[in-house]
């Protein structure tokens, strides 16, 4: 059966034999965001508070209105010391192609903007993996044992010692719920250069279904080792919805992205160190929000 998928692999192109595999370097960080200046500005914040390293961050972002889009400036504005771009988002496909083109660094990491750090992450961590065998995700950690999106126990599974710290290793075959999802675009880590591999050959128009459209390539990342971590990096807190082309995913129906901006525009922040203390045993969290007032 392995090797069944590996002829077909082979014939769509897909195993790269004429570069190096990325195992050093930097950590590019590509951010998606839409109508959520409150929460790309959280995400920014907890990322200077837990990321040490050396990393570039690109937001290719969008707003439905000018209210949105004012706020964004001063979001943009007051992080512009770790932001190394911004796009302002006209064709999500071929915005995103060229913001990965543009990263500077062999390792590339998708987040959206309702995500939080709650624990502190050191680049060197990914140092001397080899992403051509293995998928390192800063999503995952050994408490996970349910899948939001589905409603499902999911239990971890047999986590093993891996020969760099502060790693475990998994079998993505042998998981289920967020366990098998290696081609995740929310805090899993990439070959840059095979992710823009899949980006020109598939068919996506948002965050939601790029995930959807990266799944035939999935066995091909499957076979590689599954790393985590004991202790969480990133929760996503889903707080609202603002896409329109994928419901699979639970969300908060109180908190609106109209109402957060009201919010904002009163000088209500989200309050980053009592989120950072909450609890989960899922990726996904759907809570209640904590804020705190500017100048308090």
């Not at 293995?134 to 899948?147: D, E």
């Not at 904002?264 to 980053?272: E, K």
Request: glycine share 6%; charged share 20%.
């Amino acid at each position: 059966m392995i090797g069944t998928y590996k002829r077909i692999l082979n014939s769509i192109g897909l195993f790269f034999t004429k570069s190096a595999p990325a195992s050093g370097g930097g950590l590019g960080i590509v951010l998606f965001s839409k109508d959520r200046p409150m929460q790309l500005e959280a995400l920014l914040e907890s990322i200077k508070q837990c990321i040490s390293g050396d990393y570039q961050i690109v937001i290719q972002w969008q707003t439905s209105s000018a209210d949105f889009e004012k706020a964004y400036g001063q979001v943009l504005k007051k992080y512009s010391d770790i932001i190394f771009e911004h796009v302002k988002e006209t064709n999500f496909k071929s915005d995103l192609i060229n913001v990965v083109k543009n990263i500077k660094f062999s390792r590339l990491m998708f987040l959206v903007d309702d995500i939080l750090f709650v624990n502190p992450f050191s680049i060197e961590w990914l140092n001397d993996i080899d992403l051509r065998k293995n998928v390192p995700s800063i999503r995952l950690w050994s408490g996970i044992n349910y899948t939001q999106p589905s409603d499902s126990i999911s239990p971890a599974p047999y986590l093993s010692p891996f020969a760099m710290e502060p790693w475990s290793s998994f079998s993505w075959m042998e998981s289920s719920g967020y366990w098998a999802m290696p081609l995740a675009v929310d805090g899993n880590v990439f070959d840059t250069k095979e992710i823009l591999f899949l980006l020109e050959r598939t068919q996506f128009k948002a965050p939601n279904t790029l995930e959807k459209a990266f799944g035939p390539y999935r066995f091909k990342f499957k076979y590689r080792k599954g790393l985590c971590l004991q202790h969480p990096i990133i929760l996503n807190f889903a707080l609202n919805r603002v896409n329109i082309e994928n419901n699979d995913f639970a969300c908060g129906d109180e908190y609106t992205s109209e109402k957060l901006l009201d919010l904002w525009h009163l000088g209500y922040r989200i309050d980053i160190k009592e989120m950072q203390k909450i609890k989960a045993n899922s990726c996904h969290i759907i809570c209640e929000p904590l804020f705190k007032e500017l100048n308090c």
